[in-house]
């Protein structure tokens, strides 16, 4: 297995790790990414229910409440990525969250869920692959929010007849907007919290951490 030689964090919280990205996936890695997208499968359906009671309290305005909190259903895909740090990581993740929707919560979308799950992996794991798995500040976790929200939200569109309406820029704005927010950096403030406790630290993380603190 390719292991990762990090280099220490950069100025503005960027870390960087210098050798190709890993390719091997071991078992506690998928065994990891299982668990965080059945554990993120009912968070998500907590968070339909949560978006069902702003959308009433909105009044007018509700029809937003689903961009507004859209960030959350992209969560478990940065932390994934960011923890595992393999190629597929954050669509495998999302993909499973959306499977325990549809399957075991039985989500009224039914099975068009699995390819918004898709997308919202994809988006969000460009940013990393795109660096090779080398850079994990905020800025990737930023633009893997925002790409995350952004991608799927045309998809959204064409299936619900956004294209043409008059808020149409306005829902991209906030969907991207939230996709920054709740899905970029919380997932990137969750991982560096998770990490400092010591308990991801037989994962591609926690090896990046203790080498760059040994350097």
Same mark, same amino acid.
């Given at each position: 297995?390719?292991? &990762?030689?990090?280099?220490?964090?950069?100025?503005?919280?960027?870390?960087?790790?210098?050798?190709?990205?890993?390719?091997? *996936?071991? /078992?506690?890695?998928?065994?990891?990414?299982?668990?965080?997208?059945?554990?993120?499968?009912?968070?998500? *359906?907590?968070?339909?229910?949560? *978006?069902?009671?702003? %959308?009433?309290?909105?009044?007018?305005?509700?029809? #937003?409440?689903?961009?507004?909190?859209?960030?959350?259903?992209?969560?478990?895909?940065?932390?994934?990525?960011?923890?595992?740090?393999?190629?597929?990581?954050?669509?495998?993740?999302?993909?499973?969250?959306?499977?325990?929707?549809?399957?075991?919560?039985? &989500?009224?979308?039914?099975?068009?869920?699995?390819?918004?799950?898709?997308?919202?992996?994809?988006?969000?794991?460009?940013?990393?692959?795109?660096?090779?798995?080398? %850079?994990?500040?905020?800025?990737?976790?930023?633009?893997?929010? #925002?790409?995350?929200?952004?991608?799927?939200?045309? *998809?959204?569109?064409?299936?619900?007849?956004?294209?043409?309406?008059?808020?149409?820029?306005?829902?991209?704005?906030?969907?991207?907007? %939230?996709?920054?927010? #709740?899905?970029?950096? /919380?997932?990137? /403030? #969750?991982?560096?919290?998770?990490?400092?406790?010591?308990?991801?630290?037989?994962?591609?993380?926690?090896?990046?951490?203790?080498?760059?603190?040994?350097?």
């Amino acid at each position: 297995m390719t292991t &990762s030689n990090p280099a220490p964090a950069a100025p503005g919280g960027t870390t960087t790790v210098t050798s190709s990205v890993p390719l091997r *996936w071991q /078992l506690k890695d998928i065994v990891l990414v299982v668990v965080l997208g059945v554990v993120f499968g009912f968070v998500y *359906w907590a968070v339909v229910i949560a *978006w069902k009671g702003l %959308s009433v309290a909105m009044g007018p305005a509700g029809d #937003l409440a689903q961009h507004l909190l859209f960030g959350l259903w992209l969560i478990v895909a940065p932390v994934a990525a960011g923890i595992v740090r393999r190629p597929g990581a954050g669509i495998l993740a999302e993909l499973i969250a959306a499977i325990v929707e549809v399957v075991f919560l039985g &989500s009224p979308v039914g099975p068009l869920l699995l390819l918004s799950g898709f997308l919202e992996g994809l988006g969000c794991e460009l940013p990393f692959l795109i660096t090779r798995f080398r %850079s994990f500040g905020w800025g990737t976790y930023t633009f893997s929010g #925002l790409l995350g929200g952004v991608l799927v939200f045309f *998809w959204s569109a064409f299936r619900f007849g956004w294209y043409g309406q008059n808020i149409f820029l306005l829902r991209l704005a906030v969907q991207g907007a %939230s996709g920054v927010v #709740l899905g970029g950096l /919380l997932a990137k /403030l #969750l991982v560096d919290r998770l990490a400092k406790t010591g308990v991801l630290d037989n994962f591609a993380i926690g090896r990046d951490t203790l080498g760059a603190r040994a350097r």
